[in-house]
């Protein structure tokens, strides 16, 4: 398993494996989200990890200048979990902004549980 920085070349495999993921991504791969999420692509930081030539998983982040980087995206192909590619992740991330604390913008709270994170707080969503 190889994790790195994405790059454009990767987008159609995660474009792919995002649609794999049914309904549940749809507002990221679907034909009115997708051009949005390229955009938020570009400007986040996001790396993948591959089994040679699949895409097996990838995590989006934020850098808040210097004052912590935050995951918004974390997403492991189904056919690939249990194997401990998204604590790679995780890892991958937090050793490269190790000046920094990573957090993680979650709707998944038991799997981070399960990695050992603690919950520093909550988010709460403002409508207009």
Same mark, same amino acid.
């Given at each position: 398993?190889?994790?790195? #920085? $994405?790059? %454009? /070349?990767? +987008?159609e ?6 649609? =794999?993921?049914?309904?549940?991504w749809?507002?990221y ?6 051009? #949005? $999420?390229? %955009? /938020?692509? +570009?400007s ?5 990890v591959f =089994?040679?030539s ?7 982040c934020?850098e808040d ?7 918004y995206?974390?997403l ?6 249990g194997r ?8 991958r991330?937090?050793?490269d ?7 993680v913008?979650s709707?998944v709270?038991p ?6 994170y ?10 207009g």
């Amino acid at each position: 398993m190889v994790v790195r #920085r $994405y790059s %454009r /070349a990767d +987008e159609e495999l995660l474009f792919d494996m995002l649609k =794999d993921e049914g309904d549940d991504w749809l507002e990221y791969h679907g034909a009115e989200g997708r051009e #949005r $999420y390229e %955009r /938020a692509l +570009e400007s986040s930081v996001t790396y993948v990890v591959f =089994d040679g030539s699949i895409l097996c998983g990838y995590a989006r982040c934020r850098e808040d200048d210097g004052f912590g980087v935050y995951v918004y995206d974390l997403l492991v192909r189904r056919s690939y979990r249990g194997r401990q590619l998204g604590r790679m992740l995780m890892e991958r991330v937090a050793a490269d902004f190790a000046d920094q604390t990573t957090y993680v913008m979650s709707d998944v709270d038991p799997y981070y549980e399960q990695l050992g994170y603690q919950r520093v707080g909550s988010i709460f969503e403002v409508k207009g």
